[in-house]
């Protein structure tokens, strides 16, 4: 027995040493690859393009270089001089079917520097594996988790069915009137045939991502009250100040009863009609501040509101007519904007999360496979470029796969982790695999009439 034994060391210890250098030979070269992912989201980052003199030379020049590495088809479109909007395509074995478009945009609002603990071009990662830079939630990470994603689908023969698109697109910071707003009407566009969009949505602070299918519209109301003039110690009726406070009072008064509803649980943030005041403006300058011993002829409010798509249009407009700036109290009122809740073919523009949707379906499932959880779909509180898609009547996704993470979008000190960076492209790897080879009915272009 003992001979025996002796005689298998040398066999053993080879067996061992084989056994250990294939080990540190495959985690180094998996390390070397997570290490070359986080380094080409880091250059995206520190590409300082924030409004309102974004480098889109630059940023162009890093997608479009992605691009022939992975050698996806590549143009570049301009509706507004200045403001390159980079389309990528992977062409797809069936042309026929309707496209799947990967939209992100390239642009990221401005932020105080002296008030982050790493600069905000920087792209800094700290010990425990934040990557810290304006951007990294909003919405780099997405742009190039898509081009990560199809990186590892090409490199495992992966070919897709339907053809894959990847818009870049500028000055969705600002509106998107030079990005997707010219982009859906565009020739090029209606070509591209597309059936499904997915694009940004938020950081979610548990286990479960969030996802969007409907999003709030903006209306920029600005209420003006007028009235006679009078001696600051009269009391009288209908002063334009008298009158504007009692519209105030009234939108106080809605917007508390919104709020209640959000705070009992009863709707989420998305599902009800918000309404801050953005400014107030009465009074009469005097070289020491304004002048005290006089009420104004004047005032006016200016007000945002945002409006979910499955709102009643027609009561909030007769509100504002009747409560909040009526007539008989000499008041008027204006829109500085005003978004519709319903799509180009008069529906309401939301993005159907049933059975009716396949899309939907096919995403729930490929988060599911990928070991990633969804949480119920949501209204986005705020505006996103989807909007435009979904006025097309074309269904959009809001998802930007970021779990276990504040919500610091447009914040001091934008982070995502390494990890979270990278269980995103994995959920994305599912996702895009999934869509590009659906080839079941409907497509989504039938989804219009459903809606
Ligand atoms: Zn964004």
């Not at 792209?123 to 990294?136: C, E, L, P, T």
């Not at 495992?156 to 818009?167: C, D, E, K």
């Not at 505006?383 to 898609?389: P, V």
């Not at 914040?411 to 995103?424: A, Q, T, V």
Request: glycine share 8%.
């Amino acid at each position: 027995m003992e001979r025996n034994f002796r005689h298998l060391f040398p066999a053993l210890s080879l067996l061992l040493i084989i056994l250990l250098s294939f080990f540190i030979i495959t985690s180094s070269s998996s390390s070397d690859e997570e290490w070359a992912i986080i380094s080409r989201f880091q250059q995206y980052l520190q590409i300082n393009t924030a409004q309102p003199n974004p480098d889109y030379a630059q940023s162009t020049s890093f997608i479009l270089s992605l691009a022939k590495t992975l050698t996806l088809e590549s143009e570049t479109l301009e509706f507004a001089p200045g403001k390159p909007l980079v389309l990528l395509k992977w062409p797809g074995k069936e042309p026929t079917l309707p496209s799947v478009l990967l939209n992100s945009h390239t642009d990221v609002v401005p932020s105080e520097a002296l008030k982050w603990a790493h600069p905000p071009f920087g792209a800094h990662i700290d010990d425990d594996g934040k990557i810290y830079a304006r951007g990294s939630q909003d919405m780099k990470c997405v742009g190039m988790q898509y081009l990560e994603a199809i990186r590892r689908l090409k490199s495992s023969g992966f070919q897709p069915i339907r053809t894959v698109y990847l818009s870049f697109v500028p000055d969705e910071e600002i509106g998107g009137h030079g990005g997707v707003e010219s982009f859906v009407a565009s020739e090029k566009f209606g070509e591209m045939d597309v059936g499904i969009v997915l694009d940004e949505g938020l950081a979610s602070t548990d286990e479960k991502y969030r996802v969007f299918y409907a999003e709030r519209c903006p209306w920029w109301l600005v209420i003006r009250a007028v009235g006679a003039p009078g001696h600051g110690s009269k009391l009288y009726d209908n002063s334009a100040m008298e009158n504007l406070m009692k519209s105030i009072e009234s939108v106080r008064r809605f917007r508390a009863a919104q709020f209640d509803m959000v705070k009992a649980g009863l709707k989420a943030e998305g599902e009800v009609i918000s309404v801050n005041m953005a400014f107030l403006k009465a009074g009469t300058p005097s070289p020491t501040g304004f002048v005290m011993n006089l009420q104004p002829s004047e005032a006016e409010a200016g007000f945002d509101i945002r409006v979910p798509p499955n709102a009643d249009e027609e009561s909030l407009e007769k509100r504002i007519a009747e409560e909040w700036a009526p007539s008989s109290r000499n008041m008027t009122f204006e829109f500085k904007q005003k978004g519709s809740v319903h799509d180009m073919f008069g529906k309401r523009a939301l993005t159907a999360t049933d059975s009716s949707n396949p899309w939907w379906a096919l995403l729930e499932e490929a988060v599911r496979k990928a070991n990633g959880r969804i949480n119920k779909p949501e209204i986005f509180p705020a505006s996103t470029d989807s909007r435009y898609f979904r006025q097309q009547g074309i269904p959009a996704i809001g998802f930007s796969p970021m779990a276990n993470t504040p919500i610091l979008l447009h914040d001091h000190n934008e982070f995502l982790s390494k990890e979270e960076y990278l269980k995103g492209i994995t959920m994305y790897e599912s996702i895009i695999g999934a869509y590009a080879s659906y080839v079941g009915p409907a497509g989504g272009e039938t989804l219009k009439d459903e809606l």
